[in-house]
Structure formats: structure tokens, C-alpha cells
């Protein structure tokens, strides 16, 4: 009974952190909208437009950091070669 049940054991798919690594990535992802509506609201009632669109240039560039790394390192890591 033992082989029979490491048999099983070894074919079934182990759990991986996958779910974990993209529920963080979602959260790190709302926090960054969430950032940019406050700042956006903060300076919208001060009509600072100037500051909004800067706000929201800043916040599109983390935003595509976080959610593409691996194109943005591959990027980075080019640059690095050609230096």
C-alpha cells in the first residue's frame, strides 16, 4: 500500500505560488490606482493641472514597471550590455 500511495503522490500536481505571486501583484496594482486617484483628486481641487497630468504620467510608468517586469528588466539588463 505504501508504493501504491507514493505513486499517487508523485503524479499529483503540487500546490505552487502562483496564486499568491499575482493576488500580491493585484493588490500592489490597486494601491497604485488608488495613489494616483487621491493625488489626482488632491490637486484637481486646487487646479493644479500641471501637477495632475505629471500625477498621472508617473503613475502609468510605475503602473507598466510593476505589471511588465520582466520586459523592463530585459530592458534594463540591455542597456546595461551596451554601456
Known amino acids: 500500500m505504501g ?3 507514493n505513486l ?18 493585484q493588490v500592489v496594482q490597486q494601491a497604485i490606482v488608488i495613489i ?20 498621472c504620467v508617473v503613475g ?3 503602473y507598466f514597471v510593476v505589471r511588465n517586469w520582466e520586459t523592463v528588466a530585459s530592458w534594463i539588463e540591455a542597456f546595461m550590455n551596451n554601456l
Open 3 to 5: 508504493l501504491f500511495s
Open 8 to 25: 499517487i503522490l508523485a503524479q499529483a500536481g503540487l500546490p505552487t505560488l502562483d496564486g499568491i505571486e499575482n493576488w500580491a501583484l
Open 36 to 55: 494616483v486617484i487621491f493625488l489626482v483628486t488632491k490637486h484637481l481641487a486646487k487646479f493644479k493641472f500641471g501637477a495632475i497630468i505629471v500625477c
Open 60 to 62: 502609468g510608468i510605475v
